[in-house]
């Protein structure tokens, strides 16, 4: 039995309305309106003009929001195929070829290096239950994903304790059993 296709909406910016539709696929929890609402006004003065990595991209709700708002460049990193190759439909139906990247490569195992960029607004999104952020912090570390004042947007289960050396949190909420925290770099 195939899947219907889900659909996820754009909240603000350019194309504020727009739907998009991309496969539905288990374990996949696009990040819903109104925490993109949240989240995008803690950004409010950040996105224009930013450098942003959507890591665990899924629907690419969080990079595709960002362009909508006007950053500079996105890159998406995407290990689901069927996702993948939606995202990059997406991006050249809205003609962002020029502002976004979809890379099919698991998060966690990407060379970064071939990127050769300083991320401005790093979308930590990863699957739960999977113990994956520590292995992210390490490896964002690792490749100097980020700079001083850098922003890191974390969506993890409500139960797990989250503590990066080098981030100071600057805001935090929970929605059911998900909290959402905007951390920035201090290191």
Wanted: hydrophobic residues 35%.
């Amino acid at each position: 039995m195939k899947h219907q296709d889900r659909t996820l909406r754009i909240i603000g910016g350019n194309w504020r309305g727009r739907k998009i539709t991309f496969p539905q696929h288990d374990g996949i929890r696009p990040t819903g309106d109104r925490v993109r609402e949240t989240l995008f006004n803690w950004l409010m003065h950040d996105v224009e003009g930013s450098i942003c990595l959507d890591m665990f991209s899924g629907t690419g709700a969080l990079g595709l929001e960002a362009l909508s708002r006007g950053a500079k460049k996105v890159i998406f990193l995407e290990k689901n195929r069927d996702l993948y190759e939606r995202l990059k439909t997406v991006i050249e139906k809205l003609s962002l070829s020029e502002r976004a990247k979809v890379i099919h490569a698991d998060s966690i195992m990407y060379s970064y290096e071939k990127l050769n960029l300083e991320f401005d607004i790093i979308f930590l999104d990863p699957p739960f239950r999977k113990g994956l952020l520590n292995t992210v912090y390490n490896s964002l570390c690792k490749n100097k994903l980020f700079g001083k004042d850098s922003l890191i947007y974390v969506e993890a289960e409500e139960d797990l304790e989250l503590s990066f050396m080098l981030w100071k949190e600057i805001k935090k909420t929970k929605v059911g059993q998900t909290q959402f925290v905007l951390y920035k770099n201090e290191g």
